[in-house]
């Protein structure tokens, strides 16, 4: 079912966490925006370079802002801003240099609990038809842990992008630990209960090249990537260039536009965090629109946000402290592929 104006209580069997809220998959024009709430920025810093104090209160606000609404705004995340912009451009030119039948080489299919590669337009999921080309990448695709013989050749269409691309996971990597730390302190955990798993864990990096649309595509009501929650414990998104990243804002029942200084990362909780923080830290609905200014119909919007996993056969339990467990144990691909089955057909879910 491609339907323009589904919701998600159509889809509400693959939640693997509570989430009874109603809303549109797509932008529509009877939906209401909250104009003057603004996402948190905060600086990061204080939190990596300073003493206990400084980690208590940055985990304090940052948790704060996360338990609100699901996201927040990073400064001083140490990453080289300059790489930002190189990344920007490279995936221009990824999805530019390619034909459609190159591209089709590498089709999106299942590698452990991440569906992997190329989503051509109107196909990153069966329920809607997204006015986007998306391509992920899990930690198998890149060469990072030095292993002998990597098989660039099978993920990437030239291994020069996986070596251009490698820059930025690592970058994001050595960020994963501190931003689960504030966040697990902020809830009164140790900081460290996720310190083993997050080692060489496993990730997702999605490029998505949201090509400029024309009025009939504007007019056909689709929208350039539909209302969706991360399944991950939380995703890194450094600050789009262009316009159109809309927030639920569970207070009000309204869309936020998340608009994000340059340079900075937008960091964002998902399922796996909901599910494990025992519903106190929200994994927030976030779709992309039309931009206000219009520049849907001019160039195309890229993002590139990097999603954080445990591997496969990690167990997401509540963790202790958070009062009665809602949910029980279970073992992360169960979990990561019944919740994305809702994407990729009800044969994606793996049970054993
Ligand atoms: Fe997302």
Redesign the pocket.
Known sequence: MTDVHANNQDFTRYDQVKKSHTYRLAEHEDDEFDEDFEIAALDFAQFRNGNAADKANFADAFGAAVQEIGFSVLTGHGVDTQLYDEMQDLVIEFFESQSLEQKMRFRAERQGSVNQGYFPIEETSDIHPDQVEGWVFCRRAFNLDGESGHPVDRFWPDAKFEAKFRRLVVSHEQLFKPIAQAMFQSLGCDPHVYDQKLTRTNFGLRLNYYPPLNDAQVDAGAGRLLG?E?VDLF?LLPAPRDDGLQVWNHHSNKWVRLQAPPGSLIINTGDYMQRISNDRLPSTT?RVGNAPDGSQSVAPRISF?MAVYVWEDEVLEVLPGLGEPKYPPIKAINFHTRSTSKFYGDDYAVES
Do not use: K, R
């Open positions: 969706h991360d995703t976030h946000p």
